[in-house]
């Protein structure tokens, strides 16, 4: 498929044989640019608790888009549509139907927690790059030995990811980081992007969850001494919520909440 659809655009056979084990195909034909990623894994570490996992750029960001879909998945699409020389559309391809494989409410609070953790963690380079008014959501990553980082992102309406590392597993540089290093790329795409763009809707829950404002200096529910500064929302599904939640009178579902920035 990669060398057909290089060969469609730019009239040339290309031999994937020929490439070396990760490559990245690029075909330019007038304004249409399409682009392969070809063989591209990086391995993730965690030592004596899930052992190793391999996966590839492209299998994360669509891994991610699940969060960002509400419990949905769907096949990426790395080539949409084609045009040849006079402008028609020789393939075409529209968009996957997403498929549900997770309850939405769970989808939500760990997108709420990866918000969290761009707006107040170790994302926050992507955060601070991005014009405040868009929402943003995302996890660093760094492997073992500085060997890969990597910052995989969302805002309400789209989801991007990016790795750095070698060819060749190696330490990227002593004390590299995903916040550090792949935070400030992903922040700066996304600012170009919404450069001229007006700002995507805010996230918003799912019915059937439980809302709280809890005083984030000591975990307990806020009350009149709390200052505003230290309140935040907590999304909570009914059953699961914690002992001080319990027998609260307000905190009955609460629907359509919208989200603070």
């Known amino acids: 498929q990669i060398a057909a659809v290089a060969r469609r655009l730019t009239g040339r056979a290309i031999d994937l044989g020929t490439l070396p084990p990760r490559a990245v195909v690029i075909a330019i034909a007038g304004n249409v640019v399409a682009w392969v990623m070809y063989g591209w894994s990086f391995q993730l570490l965690v030592h004596g ?3 190793e996992a391999r996966g590839g750029l492209s299998d994360y960001v669509a891994a ?9 998945v ?4 790395l080539v949409t549509r084609i045009d040849d020389p006079a402008g028609h559309v020789v393939y075409q391809r529209g968009p996957s139907v997403p498929t549900a494989v997770m309850d939405p409410r769970v989808a939500f609070i760990m997108r709420d927690m ?4 761009a707006e107040r963690g170790t994302g926050g380079p992507a955060r601070r790059a991005v014009p405040a008014a868009i929402p943003v959501a995302g996890k660093t990553g760094t492997t073992n030995d500085n060997v890969d980082v990597w910052f995989m992102g969302m805002t309400p309406d789209l989801v991007a990811g990016v790795w750095l590392g070698f060819d060749r597993p190696a330490t990227i540089m002593p004390g590299a980081a ?4 792949a935070a400030p790329i992903w922040g700066a795409m996304m600012a170009q992007y919404y450069a001229g763009r007006p700002a995507p809707a805010p996230w918003t829950p799912p019915a059937g969850l439980i809302t709280a404002e809890l005083d984030r200096a000591t975990g307990q529910l806020a009350d009149d001494t709390t200052p505003p500064a230290q309140r935040y929302t907590e999304y909570v599904i009914p059953g699961s919520e914690p002992e001080p939640l319990r027998g609260v009178p307000w905190k009955g579902p609460r629907f359509g909440a919208v989200l603070r920035y």
């Open 49 to 51: 608790v899930v052992g």
């Open 178 to 181: 995903g916040g550090s290093l």
């Open 74 to 77: 769907v096949e990426p699409r």
């Open 114 to 117: 990866m918000r969290d953790a």
């Open 64 to 72: 991610y888009a699940m969060w960002a879909n509400g419990g949905s």
